[in-house]
C-alpha cells in the first residue's frame, strides 16, 4: 500500500494498556493497541515457571514500569503497519528525554525497513511521540536497591550460532553460574542448552498478534524491526524475576559495520546489536529500570572471525548448532539451507580452521561448490555493493575469510574460490599481506 495514503488513514498509533496475571505457573502479559480509527493488536508474552513469591518481591511501581517498557519495545512491529504520524503513550508517562531516546531508537533500530520501503525518516513531521499530561503527576518509577540479585549469576541469551555458545564456554571456564534465557525456543536453542550441560533455563513466548499477519498478506507495510532492542528489555526483566545480576550477550565487533546508505545515513541490519545501542540501552536501564543490572555483550572486542576460531576448539556443538535464519524461520528439517548469505559467511570463517570432513559434517554439503552463491560473495566482499542484510561480518572480515580459505586450499580450489583467485584476489593484493 501507498505510505502517503497510510498515513492519512490511519494517523494515531496507541499505545492504551498493559495487563498482566499469573496463571498455571506462567506470567501472562498483555498489550493493547490501537491504530486510529479501527486497528486493534493485543499481542501477548509469556514468562514460564514464575511464581508468586518472585512477584511480590518486586515493588508494584517497579513491576509496574518494567512492563510498560516490554510494551514500548513490541512498538516498533505493529506500528510500521502503517507508519502512523503519530504515537500516542496512555499506558504510561515518558518524559522528554526518554521521548527522545524512543524516537531515536526507532528511527535507527527500523532503518532496514525504511530502505527496504523507501521512506523518507528525515521530514519534520514524519513520527511524533507523545503522552498524556495527565501522567505527569506520577513520580518516575523506583529504582531497586540492595535489591538480591546474585552476584555470581549470568544470563546468557542463547540463538542457535556459534556467538552464544563461544559466551556460553568461555563464562564456564571462569566458573559463573550460567543461566539460559530462550525467546521462542527452537530444537537448537534446546540442543544446545543440552550440550552446554545448562539446566537453569529462562523461557519466554513471545507471540505475534494474528491480525498484524493479515494485515501484511493485505498489502501493509513489513520488514525489518530491531529484535534484539526486544530481546535486551525481556532479558532485564527476566534478570529481575529470577535473580541474576548480568547479562551477557554475545554481540561482536563487527555490528558496528552497517550495510548500505540511504538518504545520507548508513542502514545497519545490527542496529540493535552495535556498540552505539548497547550504550544507549546500558545508560537508559540504569536511569529508568533498574541500577543493579549489568547488561553488557562478551564478545563485543572480537571479530566474527576470532569468534569463529574460537568457537572450533568445541567440536561438541558441530552436530546441533545453526546460525541460518531460513532455517529458523521455516523450521527446516536440516541445518543449513547452504543458499543464503549466512551459510556462506559461516562457512567462509570457519573453513581456515577445519578439515573438509568436519565442514561436510557440519553443513552436510561443499557451499563453496554452490555457484548460485556468487553474487551473494562479491556482496560479502565488494566495498561499492550493498552488503546483505544478515548478520555477517564486515567487508574486510570476509575478504580475509575468503582468502585464508583460498590460501589453505590452492591444491583443489572450488568453484567460489577459483573465481576468488582469478577475479577478486587481484584486486585485494594488500591480502597478500597477511
Known amino acids: 500500500m501507498e505510505l502517503k495514503i497510510l498515513r492519512k488513514n490511519y494517523p494515531k498509533f496507541i499505545y492504551r494498556r498493559y495487563s498482566f496475571r499469573l496463571l498455571n505457573n506462567n506470567l501472562e502479559i498483555f498489550f493493547d493497541f490501537k491504530i486510529e480509527p479501527n486497528i486493534f493488536f493485543r499481542p501477548r508474552i509469556v514468562i514460564e515457571k514464575v511464581n508468586e513469591t518472585q512477584i511480590k518481591k518486586i515493588k508494584k511501581r517497579v513491576l509496574n514500569n518494567l512492563i510498560f517498557h516490554l510494551g514500548l519495545m513490541e512498538i516498533p512491529s505493529y506500528w ?14 515518558l518524559n522528554e528525554k526518554q521521548i527522545k531516546w524512543w524516537k531515536d531508537l526507532i528511527i535507527k533500530g527500523m532503518g532496514q525497513f525504511f530502505y527496504e520501503n523507501k521512506i523518507d525518516w528525515r521530514q519534520s513531521k514524519f513520527l511524533k511521540i507523545k503522552t498524556k499530561n495527565y501522567s505527569k503527576t506520577l513520580p518516575q518509577a523506583r529504582l531497586l536497591r540492595n535489591f538480591n540479585l546474585e552476584p555470581e549469576k549470568v544470563l546468557v541469551p542463547l540463538g542457535g550460532g556459534k556467538d552464544s555458545i563461544v559466551t556460553l564456554e568461555k563464562l564456564k571456564e571462569q566458573g559463573k553460574k550460567i543461566g539460559c534465557f530462550l525467546v521462542n525456543p527452537t530444537k537448537i536453542m534446546r540442543e544446545i542448552a543440552r550440550v552446554a550441560k545448562i539446566k537453569d533455563l529462562v523461557i519466554v513466548k513471545r507471540e505475534i498478534d494474528p491480525v498484524l499477519l493479515k494485515l501484511n498478506k493485505k498489502g501493509y507495510l513489513n520488514g525489518h524491526t530491531p529484535i534484539t532492542a526486544v530481546l535486551s528489555f525481556l532479558s532485564v526483566f527476566c534478570a529481575i524475576l529470577f535473580g541474576y545480576k548480568y547479562i551477557a550477550f554475545s554481540n561482536e565487533k563487527s555490528a558496528n559495520e552497517g550495510n548500505v546508505r540511504y538518504l545520507g545515513k548508513i542502514i545497519n541490519h545490527q542496529w540493535s546489536k552495535s556498540s552505539e545501542f548497547e550504550r544507549k540501552f546500558r545508560y537508559y536501564c540504569k536511569k529508568y529500570l533498574v541500577k543493579e543490572i549489568n547488561y553488557f555483550s562478551f564478545l563485543r572486542k572480537y571479530t566474527e572471525l576470532e569468534i569463529a576460531e574460537m568457537f572450533t576448539k568445541y567440536p561438541k556443538y558441530f552436530s546441533v548448532f545453526s546460525s541460518c535464519n531460513l532455517v529458523l524461520s ?54 561499492k555493493m550493498a552488503k546483505p542484510f544478515e548478520c555477517v561480518g564486515t567487508k574486510k572480515e570476509s575478504q580475509i575469510a575468503f582468502y585464508l580459505s583460498y590460501k589453505k586450499s590452492r591444491d583443489r580450489l572450488p568453484f567460489l574460490l577459483e573465481y576468488f583467485k582469478k577475479k577478486i584476489l587481484p584486486k585485494y593484493q594488500n591480502l597478500l599481506l597477511i
Open 80 to 93: 510500521k503497519a502503517t507508519c502512523s504520524p503519530e504515537i500516542l503513550i496512555k499506558a504510561g508517562y
Open 330 to 383: 521455516k523450521k527446516l528439517k536440516r541445518r543449513w539451507c547452504g543458499n543464503c548469505p549466512k551459510c556462506l559467511f559461516v562457512y567462509a570463517t570457519l573453513y581456515p580452521f577445519l578439515e573438509r570432513e568436519q565442514l561436510l559434517e557440519i553443513f552436510g554439503t561443499e557451499i563453496f561448490e554452490n555457484k548460485k552463491l556468487l553474487s551473494v560473495m562479491e556482496g560479502l566482499i565488494n566495498p
